[in-house]
């Protein structure tokens, strides 16, 4: 099984600036990584697919890159609304896996 | 639209037996994977398995392989996952996700999620 790495735990980010989040995997996906966003009390939103596509809604400010077993999300100039937790997940092995999250919150 | 509705919420006591619902509309079903992951209290998410309802191929992770059961009923466009002697352990919520598009294992879009209490 691949294990999914998200650091840090949290981040604490005032509105407006920027956010790097990382992901890191115990073997290559490839480019099989997906980014997803929650907020509380809601479901997971798909952010990013391929590890660098965004999905058809998802604001520019958010961009993501990394191949193998490295990734990053990056939030530039945080609005209210992207406080969250964001999770990571290989689609490129079975069983697929999700990272532990990474909890973005207000500075 | 694509959309996943899930069944509603549900109180069991432990050892009862469990079959929870996704039903999907706005597609083809049988085209796409449909995944269930589990979230626990203040908890992350955990991928339990999935299933391609043109076949029923379906695949666990290795900690739900034993403990639930994933199927598919393409005359009704319908998603289960079930259980057979529910625990305390499984209070949690459960969401279907349905993969965003054919080929791809990313899940673009997700049921309401279902809210699983287990309670003596």
């Known amino acids: 099984e691949i294990v999914m790495t998200q650091s840090p735990p949290t981040l604490s980010v005032s509105p407006g600036e920027g956010a790097t989040l990382s992901c890191r995997a115990s073997q290559s996906v490839s480019s099989n990584l997906a980014w997803y966003q929650q907020k509380p009390g809601q479901g997971p939103r798909l952010l990013i697919y391929g590890a660098s596509t965004r999905a058809p809604g998802i604001p520019a400010r958010f961009s993501a890159s990394g191949s193998g077993t490295e990734f990053t999300l990056t939030i530039s100039s945080l609005q209210s609304e992207d406080f969250a937790v964001f999770y990571c997940q290989q689609y490129n092995n079975w069983p697929q896996t999700f990272g532990q999250g990474t909890k973005v919150e207000i500075k | 639209e694509v959309q996943l509705v899930q069944s509603g919420a549900e109180v069991k006591e432990p050892g009862e037996s469990l079959k929870i619902s996704c039903k999907g509309s706005?597609?083809?079903?049988?085209?796409?994977?449909i995944g269930w992951v589990r979230q626990m209290p203040g908890k992350g998410l955990e991928w339990m398995g999935v299933i391609y309802p043109a076949d029923s191929d379906t695949r666990y992770c290795p900690s739900f392989q034993d403990q639930v059961t994933i199927s598919a009923d393409k005359s009704t466009n319908t998603a289960y996952l079930q259980w057979t002697s529910l625990k305390a352990s499984d209070t949690a919520m459960y969401y279907c996700?349905?993969?965003?598009?054919?080929?791809?294992?990313?899940?673009?879009?997700w049921g309401q999620g279902t809210q699983v209490t287990v309670s003596s």
């Open positions: 706005g597609y083809s079903f049988t085209r796409f994977w």
């Open positions: 996700a349905r993969t965003y598009s054919y080929g791809s294992g990313s899940y673009g879009y």
